[in-house]
């Protein structure tokens, strides 16, 4: 069998710039620096061997295991733009002298690499290897502090929850091939259809079904991300709650919408219900918030929510209507994306001189530095689905999406959905409100305007410019979403 070395470029660049930065920090003097630098050229360089890729067509290699189309290349393309972020973030990490620099970048490319594996994975063992990466990276990422308390007690709720889910979804994937004899996403698809009601192999569906949802960070299965993300270092936070939850759906796209087609009608109104405790939980809880940084996490844990929304109209007769749920999924990441980065790289920046990363350390940021106020401001608003910024359009899919699913329970979904966003404006004005009229606490000085790194000044520049383009040129976006679907059932 004839590997297409051309179709994994992108993942071999990446692994071998991975494996470099890990040789380097051994035998460089200043590998801090050159690890920091290293990282960012390998992922300029994959992303060229991405785009060189982009036209050429579907290209298919290891027996049809691993697959680049349209979907896969505008995955690809959201995976290396995050990561290029998430490095310009981290070199305010590096600057403060934080030992073990190679490996803290070795993890980030190493599960980038996953991440990039994830949407071209036509097969369950494909997906499990390649989210077992992203996670098992994760683990030791998020308790990179070693001396931080916080730290590790979220790294080790993480790997706990994290080792449950995987067995969970690897007991379920091993149903799935029991009852079809096949790991291929498209013969599973066939073979479940003709197998019909089963009920054990319902419960496969629902055992892979649920070890994705705790990668999405999908309620109940969320209460490792809010201690996860305050004990991480803030780029660690970031790429967890972008990237990952990005690699987790879609993840859960494939083997919902290629795999299980022929179950929709069970596991599409267990999303309806599943997206809306999802919604309600975190919006509630990040009204009581006092850290930004926990704060945001029970954020993505509600943007989750939002995005499972199109789920529930899986079940559809009308194959237009489960291509739209599809689509919509695709754009709500990509701004989600933008918007999220954007808002953990102003965290960054303010922990510099307030680590405790509160709330109240955000009074009169706008005052101080009316840009990042802006900035800042710009990403919770798209956050809160507030025009002119991307979150707008983002939130109108999922409406569209739902509404034209046509059944009662997606009606009650769009109304819920609409009342979670409602919640969710005061949260996010509220920080804005500080941003711009709030005074420090008494006896808390008010600080100079942060001073802006090169680096994080332009991952700053970089989301707020996608976030304000997508706003208000959302069809640059959605001319490439359409033709990056995959076929959503039969």
Avoid: C
Avoid at 19 to 43: H, M, Y
Avoid at 240 to 250: D, P, R, Y
Wanted: glycine share 8%.
């Amino acid at each position: 069998m004839a590997i297409d070395f051309h179709a994994i470029l992108p993942e071999l660049v990446l692994a071998g710039t991975a494996l470099l930065v890990l040789v380097v920090d051994l035998f460089v003097e200043r590998a801090k620096v050159v690890a920091s630098w290293l990282s960012i050229a390998g992922t300029v360089v994959a992303g060229v061997a991405l785009a060189s890729l982009v036209g050429g067509g579907t290209r298919s290699t290891f027996g049809g295991s691993f697959v680049v189309d349209n979907y896969a290349l505008l995955f690809k393309g959201l995976f290396l733009g995050s990561l290029l972020l998430v490095l310009l973030m981290s070199q305010r990490y590096i600057n403060a002298g934080t030992a073990y620099q190679g490996e803290f970048y070795f993890l980030v490319l190493s599960s980038f690499v996953g991440m990039l594996l994830m949407p071209s994975s036509r097969d369950l063992l494909m997906l499990f290897l390649s989210l077992e990466i992203v996670s098992a990276t994760g683990f030791i990422a998020a308790g990179f502090r070693k001396s931080d308390a916080r730290g590790n007690e979220g790294a080790l709720k993480f790997l706990l929850i994290g080792v449950l889910s995987t067995a969970v979804m690897l007991f379920g994937m091993s149903l799935v091939y029991g009852f079809t004899g096949s790991l291929q996403l498209g013969i599973i698809a066939e073979r479940l259809a003709q197998l019909g009601d089963e009920p054990a192999a319902v419960m496969a569906v629902f055992l892979v079904i649920t070890g994705f949802a705790f990668k999405v960070s999908a309620a109940p299965f969320h209460f490792w991300a809010p201690d996860t993300y305050e004990g991480s270092p803030v780029p660690v936070a970031a790429y967890l709650s972008v990237a990952s939850k990005a690699a987790g759906f879609a993840g859960l796209l494939q083997v919902t919408f290629v795999a299980f087609p022929s179950y929709a009608r069970y596991w599409a109104p267990a999303f309806a219900v599943l997206a809306a405790i999802t919604m309600l939980l975190g919006n509630v809880i990040a009204l009581a918030q006092t850290n930004i940084v926990r704060l945001l996490a029970y954020s993505s844990v509600a943007q989750a929510g939002y995005m499972l929304v199109p789920f529930a109209a899986g079940s559809s007769a009308d194959p237009a209507v489960r291509e739209e749920a599809f689509q919509a999924v695709l754009v709500y990441l990509l701004i989600y994306a933008f918007t999220n980065l954007g808002a953990f790289a102003v965290v960054t920046l303010v922990s510099q001189r307030q680590p405790s990363n509160l709330i109240t350390d955000y009074a009169g940021l706008a005052r101080r530095s009316p840009a990042l106020g802006m900035a800042m401001t710009a990403f919770l608003f798209s956050l809160a689905g507030i025009p002119p910024a991307a979150g707008w359009y983002a939130k109108f899919v999922i409406f569209k999406s739902a509404i034209n699913g046509d059944t009662l329970t997606l009606q009650l979904l769009v109304v819920f959905m609409a009342v979670m966003t409602v919640v969710a404006l005061f949260y996010y004005a509220g920080v804005a409100r500080s941003l711009w009229l709030g005074t420090p606490p008494e006896g808390a000085p008010e600080l100079a305007a942060p001073r802006v790194s090169p680096a994080l000044g332009t991952a700053i520049a970089l989301s707020a410019a996608g976030v304000l383009v997508l706003g208000v040129l959302p069809n640059l976006l959605v001319q490439y979403a359409p033709v990056s679907t995959l076929v959503a059932g039969p």
